[in-house]
C-alpha cells in the first residue's frame, strides 16, 4: 500500500478522477486529494472526499492551518497529477507557488505523474509543449495524452489517459518487487549524429529491446532511467525517459543519472560522428565534386561507465550486436569493455527492429544460449537475473 497524492486540477476530464481514485483505493492505496480552484469547476470536493475516504485539501492557508503544505508535501509516495491542465502544466514548468497545489509540488521530494488533458490546440502550442520539455527534463513522469474523442468537436492529442490505463502505470510506478528500492540506468535506441542542421547518421535501432527491458526492470520494483535516443516506442510506464539524440548527450545524460546500481546499455551508439557539423547547411554546389565527411570517434558509454573510478555501477551489462562469429566476439568484448555481462545477438537477420530476439548471455562463468524469444520475454529473463544479480 502507497500514500498517493492526486492533484486534480482544471479539465472537463476531472470526472475521470473520481474513478481513478476508486480503482487506486481498490488496488490498496491511500488517495489523499488536493482539489484547485479550476477541478472544483468540474467535480465537487463532496464527491472526492466521499470516493476517496479522505479529507480534500483545496485551500492553502487552511491546510496551513492544519497540518502545513511542507507536511502535505512530504507525505507522499508519488504525488499524481491528473487531470493536469495547461495552467497547471505552466505553473510547474515556472516554479510557481500561487495554490495549495503548486506549492505542494514545489515542494514535494516525491515522484511526480502528469497525466495532461486540454484542447489539442492547446497541448500542441508550443508554450505547452516548451513547458512538457521543461518537466520531463526534470524527471518528472508522464502519462498520455491520447487521441479520441473530445469535448469539443476537434481532433489530435488532448485527451487524458483511461483511467484504467492510468492506474496501471501507477501501479508500475509503485511496485513491489525484487528490484525495489534499486536504480538501473538502461539506454536505448540509436543516437543520430549531425552532419549540419538537417541531416544526420544513424541506424536502424527500434529501440524495442532496450525499452522492454527498462519495463521489465520498473515491473520488478526498480527505479529506472531510461536514456534513449529518437524511437517511435512509448515511454515504458513507469520509468523516468531521458531523450537524446547524439552519443556525447546520451553519455552526459547516463553520467547525470548515476549512481546506479547496474546500467544496462542496450542503445545502438553510433560509433563515429562527423568531425564537424556546420550550423549552416551542407550545398550542393554545381559541378562542383561531393563534400566528403571526415569522421570523429565517438565516446564509448558502456566502457566509460564500466571502468569508472567512483561511479561504477555494482553490475554492467552490455550488448553485442554481431554479423559472425557472434559469441567469440561479445566475449572478447566483455573483457575489453570491462563490463560484467554481454548479451549477444545476431543481426545479421531480421533482429533490427523485428519482434524477436535470439541471444546468447556471455558472463564470467561462461555461455548460455537463450532460445528465440519475443524481446518482452528476454527483458523479462534478463531483469530476472539482473535482480538476481543485486540480491
Ligand atoms: O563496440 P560495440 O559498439 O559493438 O559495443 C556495443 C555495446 O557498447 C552496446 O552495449 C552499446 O550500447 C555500447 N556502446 C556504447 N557507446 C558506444 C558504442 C557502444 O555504450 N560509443
Known sequence: MSR????????????????LTRLLRKAGHEVSPIL??????FVTKEALA????????DDLWAAEAEIGHIRLARWPDLVVVAPASA????????????DLASTVLLATRAPVLVAPAMNPAMWAHPATQANMAALRARGVAVAGPEEGAMAEPESGPGRLVEPATLAATIGAMLADGPLKGRHVIVTSGPTQEAIDPVRYIANRSSGKQGHAIAAALAALGAR??????PVAQPDPAGVTVRRIESAREMLAAVQAALPADAAIFAAAVADFRPEAAPTQKIKKEPG??????????NPDILATVAQHATLRPRLVVGFAAETETVVQHATAKRLRKGCDW???NDVSGDVMGGAENAVHLV?????????????????????????????
Open 342 to 344: 554481454i548479451v549477444a
Open 363 to 391: 558472463t564470467e562463468a561462461g555461455v548460455e544460449d537463450w532460445p528465440r524469444l519475443p524481446k518482452e520475454e528476454v527483458a523479462r529473463r534478463l531483469a530476472a537475473r539482473v535482480a538476481e544479480a543485486l540480491g
Open 288 to 297: 562542383a565534386p561531393p563534400p566528403e565527411i571526415r569522421l570523429a570517434l
Open 50 to 57: 466521499g470516493i476517496s475516504g479522505a479529507r480534500v485539501h
Open 4 to 19: 498517493i497524492l492526486l492533484v486534480v486540477s482544471g479539465s472537463v476530464a476531472a470526472y475521470k478522477a473520481l474513478e
Open 87 to 98: 495552467n497547471m502544466i505552466a505553473r510547474m514548468a515556472n516554479g510557481l507557488a500561487d
Open 224 to 229: 529506472v532511467t531510461l536514456v534513449s535516443g
Open 36 to 41: 484547485t480552484a479550476g477541478g472544483a469547476r
